[in-house]
């Protein structure tokens, strides 16, 4: 099954929740404007019953009113792929008709360590190993450091997938220092020249001052055995969690500032409207998005498709072979 497949089938029950309102989404927008207005109130709702959020729910409706689309459904999804790009400039070429992802096949990390972050259960060590995998199967020489020395077996789980992947992960003992693990993978990294260090890291406690204070450290050492490093902080975050998930963003940004998100488990919620206000409100990037279990499962975020997926749109054919609209992997 292609990744597009994959991707309309992961975003049903949002595609649901938009549905069970707003059953009239061919509906020509004249009709909308002048006979219907209960179906604005009505998409409104759905709007936010998605987790798109109130602010941008309100912004969304007014580029709809605007909109010179034919019907509902086509100036909804220009709406939300506008509102889904963080960068403005990007966002006029969008408007203008211009696709900026169009010839993106992958999402090239700046510098070379990562840290990944995020409060436990939203799936970050195995988040972990699937980009090891992804940057792997693109000729990338990767490695892991284990840092979440706080979580038990946590650094032998990310061991595990590190022997599956063939690739070397740096240890730490359990209830360690984690910048210690952070620190020995650095110069291990550039020891061995390698082209990717992830580092996990703990996740507990998200609005404890500890906590975020332990991921300042790391961030510190890292740039201690590497200066510049890291040049990636990446958050993982579950979209089951909707608006407390988005609560969480806004405090590891204002401790530790993001510079992109990844959203799990979008085939297990109806409220993946959630990456509306995660872009919106935070300005920072969504890398990957996942929508399953399986290491395909996890792809770069392309904020055309995804919304082409959410509305189960088939994409043109004069548009096939462009960027990551055809990936299968």
Not at 91 to 99: C, L, V
Not at 141 to 156: E, S
Request: glycine share 10%; charged share 25%; net charge neutral.
């Amino acid at each position: 099954m292609s990744w597009l497949n994959r991707l309309r089938d992961g975003l049903s029950k949002t595609r649901q929740q938009l549905n069970q309102s707003s059953g009239f989404l061919g509906t020509d927008l004249k009709d909308v404007f002048t006979n219907r207005i209960e179906t604005l109130e009505d998409l409104e709702y759905a709007l936010i019953a998605a987790d798109v959020g109130r602010a941008a729910t309100e912004e969304i409706l007014e580029d709809v009113k605007n909109s010179s689309k034919p019907n509902l459904q086509e100036a909804l999804m220009e709406a939300m792929t506008l509102q889904l790009e963080p960068d403005a400039k990007r966002a006029q070429f969008r408007k203008f008709g211009f696709n900026p992802d169009a010839k993106r096949s992958t999402v090239d990390p700046q510098g070379k360590v990562i840290m990944v972050i995020g409060v436990n259960g939203v799936g970050k060590t195995t988040t972990i190993a699937k980009l090891g995998r992804y940057y792997q199967s693109r000729g990338k020489r990767v490695m892991f450091a284990a840092g979440d020395t706080f979580r038990a077996a946590a650094g032998a789980q990310l061991g595990v997938w590190g022997e599956r992947l063939g690739i070397p992960v740096v240890q730490g003992v359990d209830g360690g220092d984690p910048a210690a693990v952070a620190f020995d993978g650095a110069n291990a990294r550039k020891a061995r020249d390698f082209d990717l260090l992830f580092v996990d890291t703990a996740g507990r406690l998200h609005n404890k001052h500890n906590l975020m204070e332990e991921l300042k450290k790391v961030r510190r050492v890292i740039d201690k055995a590497d200066p510049g490093e890291p040049h990636e902080i990446w958050l993982v975050l579950d979209a089951v969690t909707g608006q407390n998930g988005l609560q969480q963003a806004k405090k590891f940004h204002e401790a530790i500032t993001l510079t992109g998100v990844i959203v799990t488990k979008l085939d297990g919620t109806s409220k993946g409207g959630i990456v509306v206000p995660i872009v919106r409100e935070l300005g920072v990037p969504i890398k990957f998005i996942g929508v399953g279990e399986g290491q395909e499962d996890l792809q770069p975020f392309d904020s055309r498709e995804f919304v082409q997926a959410l509305f189960d749109v088939n994409i043109p054919k004069d548009e096939l072979g462009k960027g990551v609209l055809n990936r299968e992997d």
